[in-house]
């Protein structure tokens, strides 16, 4: 009897666990034409887009370069997370913003690896650019394979602006949220 309840239980919580997966309208099944490919996000709440490029050889993705751009058309790079004056304001803030670009090398790389955006695993601390590059892959690879991206804009991008408000609203200003 306890087998069963314990297997009862086992099994509910990975349905709730499969239940809470996102699921992204992608058929991977479709070929991809060879050639070089280019995806783009939504942008976040701050006007930051997530780019990849992929490269497609014999079916396959053979090469990927995902990166992020903020609002003002930079990439989001060693300075993300500081002020307009280059400054660290806030250290765990500027922990998590360059967990965000250090993740866009390792959703590269798992891209090309894998040949699957569904099998690229969310990096924690990373969800905001994990979106971003769901969409930004799967329009990228919709086009090599021909079809409509249909679905990609259901892919929520968790918002940022509380993340940046310490302290002040200028600091919220100066990362390029509203201020309120």
């Not at 660290?88 to 798992?110: G, I, L, P, T, W």
């Not at 969409?135 to 991008?157: H, K, L, N, P, T």
């Not at 968790?158 to 408000?165: A, C, M, N, W, Y």
Request: with cysteine.
């Amino acid at each position: 009897m306890k087998r069963q309840i314990g297997a009862a239980a086992l099994g509910l919580g990975a349905m709730l666990l499969a239940a809470c997966q996102p699921t992204y309208d992608i058929d991977m099944s479709l070929p991809m034409k060879d050639g070089v490919w280019k995806g783009q996000s939504n942008p976040d709440d701050q006007g930051a887009i997530g780019v990849i490029t992929i490269v497609v050889e014999n079916g396959d993705i053979t090469n990927t370069i995902y990166e992020t751009k903020q609002a003002d058309g930079s990439d989001k790079g060693r300075d993300y997370g500081k002020d307009s004056s280059g400054q660290v304001f806030n250290e765990e803030y500027y922990a998590r913003a360059q967990r965000a670009v250090d993740s866009f090398a390792r959703y590269s790389q798992e891209l090309t690896d894998k040949d699957d955006p569904t099998k690229v695993d969310v990096i924690s601390g990373a969800t905001v650019a994990h979106s971003q590059f769901m969409q930004a892959a799967i329009r990228a690879i919709s086009a090599a394979q021909g079809v409509e991206a249909s679905g990609v804009d259901g892919i929520e991008i968790p918002g940022l602006e509380d993340s940046t408000k310490v302290g002040g609203s200028e600091l919220d200003k100066d990362l390029g949220g509203t201020g309120q």
